[in-house]
């Protein structure tokens, strides 16, 4: 059986140790805790990728060394032109992956589909993190940890997100996700598990032409208590939302939360609303 933390280890430890110091987070915080300190700290959305698309290469993800150093140099010079990236469901599994089997946690990539999907092929990244009753299923982008296959538990509950497991007689699972005040959840089934690099650099590959994500420009960075996502039209202006988990509920119900929204004309008028709120500066996804 192939060795998953061997796969996903990071080939150059300091690089891994300066990454966790970066986002907060040490082996005793707990894998729940890494997988909401990643959300916090590295911004998910779609302009890494489209950067790439557009200069001709793959969408990023196969290489969690080569993200993790982009990452780290989008998000420690904020002052700089360059600013920082949104990243994608596969490169953020794997950033995570890296961190994980580096602290020796178990780390196996899970490709999943769109149930509910609106094109013929959305394709979506998540991980099996941990071993036997420790084990969960992660979703980087949405920061969301849910309690593995076969517990007991199966909901769960962060700031923005809503997340619920259901176990399925031939070995597979799927989840739920509600996030803000969207109505319709997005419904994940899982197909494959223990993806290699290999397998990940296809997934990468196919997302280059086939995906359910916006064509468009997306941030998302996860807050100590919601989410601002910031989202480019088609006519150029920018949707710009912040929504907040309410401080009564028990964290079992479905989330809407209390939100923020307006639309500014521009995208450099978006990356001064969204640095206003995070002091995170956002990359041009054209430039």
């Given at each position: 059986?192939?060795?998953?933390?061997?796969?996903?280890?990071?080939?150059?430890?300091?690089?891994?140790?300066?990454?966790?110091?970066?986002?907060?987070?040490?082996?005793?915080?707990?894998?729940?805790?890494?997988?909401?300190?990643?959300?916090?700290?590295?911004?998910?959305?779609?302009?890494?990728?489209?950067?790439?698309?557009?200069?001709?290469?793959?969408?990023?993800?196969?290489?969690?060394?080569?993200?993790?150093?982009?990452?780290?140099?989008?998000?420690?010079?904020?002052?700089?032109?360059?600013?920082?990236?949104?990243?994608?469901?596969?490169?953020?599994?794997?950033?995570?992956?890296?961190?994980?089997?580096?602290?020796?946690?178990?780390?196996?990539?899970?490709?999943?589909r769109n149930r509910g999907a609106t094109v013929p092929v959305d394709l979506h990244g998540a991980l099996l993190l941990g071993s036997g009753a420790e084990q969960v299923i992660a979703d980087p982008y949405f920061g969301l940890c849910l309690p593995g296959p076969g517990a007991a538990e199966c909901a769960a509950v962060v700031p923005g997100t809503f997340g619920l497991r259901q176990d399925h007689g031939d070995g597979r699972w799927s989840y739920r996700l509600l996030c803000g005040r969207w109505v319709q959840p997005l419904v994940f089934s899982s197909f494959g598990v223990g993806l290699d690099r290999a397998d990940v650099a296809m997934m990468c590959r196919l997302s280059a032409t086939h995906s359910g994500a916006s064509p468009r420009p997306l941030f998302r960075l996860t807050l100590g208590d919601g989410v601002v996502n910031a989202a480019e039209s088609a006519d150029g202006s920018v949707t710009c939302t912040q929504w907040w988990h309410p401080p009564d509920r028990d964290g079992l119900t479905p989330f809407y939360g209390t939100c923020d929204k307006t639309v500014v004309p521009t995208w450099d008028v978006a990356v001064e609303w969204f640095r206003a709120r995070t002091d995170v500066a956002i990359a041009h996804p054209y430039r």
């Open positions: 059986m192939r060795d998953e933390n061997f796969e996903w280890g990071c080939a150059d430890r300091g690089l891994a140790d300066e990454l966790g110091c970066a986002i907060g987070w040490s082996h005793s915080d707990g894998i729940s805790e890494l997988v909401r300190a990643v959300a916090r700290w590295v911004p998910a959305g779609t302009t890494a990728k489209l950067r790439t698309v557009l200069a001709g290469d793959t969408p990023p993800g196969s290489d969690p060394d080569a993200v993790a150093r982009r990452v780290l140099a989008g998000r420690t010079s904020l002052a700089s032109e360059s600013g920082a990236d949104a990243w994608s469901c596969w490169p953020l599994v794997t950033l995570v992956a890296l961190l994980a089997a580096g602290a020796g946690v178990p780390a196996m990539v899970v490709a999943a």
